[in-house]
């Protein structure tokens, strides 16, 4: 177990998973995806069908594997920082998105590839998921459970909502090539979901 977790790490395998990752984003700028190859995303990547296959059994695999590694990444900035700003309040609203949308803004050519081009859902449904979670906790965080009750509304539903409009929003940021800056948007997304919650209640 140890000497995988080694391994998972070690330089030359991140350099040639990063030279791949590279060599699929460039590909799926050019074509459908449908029209990728192992043969080409190897030439890209100047590395050869073996090495390929040392990392990911295909296609299917690799996209597989990338989606958990940018799970990986963006729950570890979560870990990270979340500690830090769970009490008290902040003048960005949600400090814990602020750097999630710092880490998309500064692997924006990755992100915007992989969620904003309806090619390869997996990475959308996947990032669906974790900020499903993000916002469960932060609903559940603010107690604002039982004014949703009062209201009518289902916290359930709420939070679908709120994931949902907050994955929309980051993907229509991304397609707009970031028109406004992570800490800006965090915040007026904080804003707008307050004036929703206030104004349902």
């Known amino acids: ?4 977790k080694k391994s998972a790490t070690d330089p030359r395998i991140l350099r040639t998973r990063k030279l791949i990752r590279d060599a699929f984003v460039d ?3 050019e ?3 449908e029209k990728l190859s192992v043969n080409r995303i190897a030439e890209r990547a100047t590395i050869n069908r073996v090495t390929f296959y040392l990392h990911y059994r295909d296609i299917t695999d690799m996209m597989e594997k990338m989606a958990d590694e940018m799970i990986e990444h963006i729950e570890q900035i979560i870990e990270e920082y979340a500690p830090h700003f769970e009490s008290g309040t902040s003048d960005e609203g949600w400090p814990v998105l602020v750097k999630v949308l710092e880490h998309f803004a500064e692997h924006s050519k990755f992100y915007r590839v992989v969620l904003a081009s309806k090619r390869t859902p997996i990475f959308t449904e996947r990032l669906l998921k974790l900020l499903t979670r993000l916002v469960t906790a932060k609903v559940e ?3 604002v459970g039982s004014a949703l009750a009062e209201a009518g509304i289902h916290k359930e539903i709420a939070i679908w909502y709120s994931s949902s409009a907050l994955i929309g929003t980051i993907i229509a940021w991304l397609r ?3 028109p406004y800056a992570p800490h800006f948007l965090a915040k007026q997304f904080s804003l707008i979901r307050t004036y ?3 104004d349902l209640i």
Do not use: V
């Open 1 to 4: 177990m140890k000497k995988e």
């Open 196 to 198: 929703s919650y206030d």
């Open 141 to 143: 965080r603010e107690e």
């Open 27 to 29: 590909l799926l700028q």
């Open 31 to 33: 074509m459908d995806i």
């Open 176 to 178: 707009k090539d970031m």
